[in-house]
């Protein structure tokens, strides 16, 4: 069996969250069941299709004195969710920490639960290795993070996209992935200190 090189995307942003985690002082939530939202539909008169995110719990980090919800999803659901992977969720709590852990908890899921299509979404894995950011023009984040990590993501780049050109899933009509992009494990600390950064100036 061939030796996997580098990190995968998942495990990039697993990675550059436990580093955040490390870097701030925190602490965490963990919801009594995990709190989905939609991040892709396909649907029409005769069926509805839906993919969404995960997130199990939430860390709150106090971030140049704002108060951050943050969390890593996972994608499950329908075909509509296969492209994607995870994301690393961003969202600014106006509650003050000193309210009593339950009451953060509910306004945490309900700020999730109605965050449709990455709207609080700092950052997203997709199933094929790549990263990216949201597509959604209420993201607020997604402009200062292609800018911060756009210029360097290649320089941690150890295995390329591969895709078999002739044949494509059943499914969704993409391509087949032969091999995903990897990384050097070193990057999740470089997007961790770059969203940190983003953070601060938020």
Known sequence: MEEKIGISAGELLEN????????????????????????????????ARQGYMGYKSATLFEINKKLWAMSVGKAWGDYPADPYDSDILAIEISSPEE??????????????????????????????GQITVAENPENRFKKKILES??????????????????????????????????????????????????????
Not at 22 to 38: D, H, L, T
Not at 103 to 108: K, R, S, T, Y
């Open 149 to 202: 990590l756009r210029p360097v993501a290649s320089k941690f780049i150890v295995q390329k996209l591969e895709i078999d050109k002739w044949s494509v899933s059943a499914i969704d009509l993409q391509p087949v992935v032969i091999s995903m992009v990897r990384y050097k494990p070193e990057f999740a600390e470089v997007m961790a200190n770059r969203i940190l950064e983003i953070l601060r100036k938020e």
């Open 16 to 47: 550059a969250f436990r580093i955040l985690s490390e870097k701030n002082s925190y602490r965490r939530i963990g919801f009594p069941e995990q709190v989905s939202v939609i991040i892709a539909e396909d649907s029409d008169i005769h069926r």
């Open 99 to 128: 309210k009593i852990d339950k009451d953060l908890m509910g306004e945490i899921q309900k700020r999730i639960h109605f965050d449709e299509h990455f709207q609080h979404s700092l950052i997203i894995a997709r199933k094929n």
